[in-house]
Nanobody, 127 residues
Framework: QVQLVESGGGLVQAEGSLRLSCAASGRTFSSAAMGWFRQAPGKEREFVAAISWNGGSTYYADSVKGRFTISRDNAKNTVYLQMNSLKPEDTAVYYC????????????????????WGQGTQVTVSS
């Protein structure tokens, strides 16, 4: 497992941008597939994006495709989520997750594949 700490959340106006970061500790980060999830008030947690161990493959939820970009820097043990053209419906707590047993993005939306989770960072988009 790895320890994950998210940062970069905040309050932004609609059509604005934010970049979330997820800093990981542990030697297994560089071989782990990583994902971002979010949970809005009163709703279940949902998948946002995932990236393979080397950044070669990515996968996005339809709701964020074309607006969000996931990336990683294994030298810095960090994964990022660049969020552009934000909408009020993007308001949620965003969580970073790691699958230290698999490297690819297969079954990325399935929460059960991830064995490490961060504490979350709040993103609020005002209209």
């Amino acid at each position: 497992q790895v320890q994950l700490v998210e940062s970069g959340g905040g309050l932004v106006q609609a059509e604005g941008s934010l970049r979330l970061s997820c800093a990981a500790s542990g030697r297994t980060f560089s071989s782990a597939a990583m994902g971002w999830f979010r949970q809005a008030p009163g709703k279940e947690r949902e998948f946002v994006a995932a990236i393979s161990w080397n950044g070669g493959s990515t996968y996005y939820a339809d709701s964020v495709k074309g607006r969000f970009t996931i990336s990683r820097d294994n030298a810095k043990n960090t994964v990022y989520l660049q969020m552009n053209s934000l909408k009020p419906e993007d308001t949620a707590v965003y969580y970073c997750a790691a699958d230290t047993h698999r490297r690819g993005v297969g079954a990325a939306p399935d929460e059960r594949r991830y064995d490490s989770w961060g504490q979350g960072t709040q993103v609020t988009v005002s209209s």
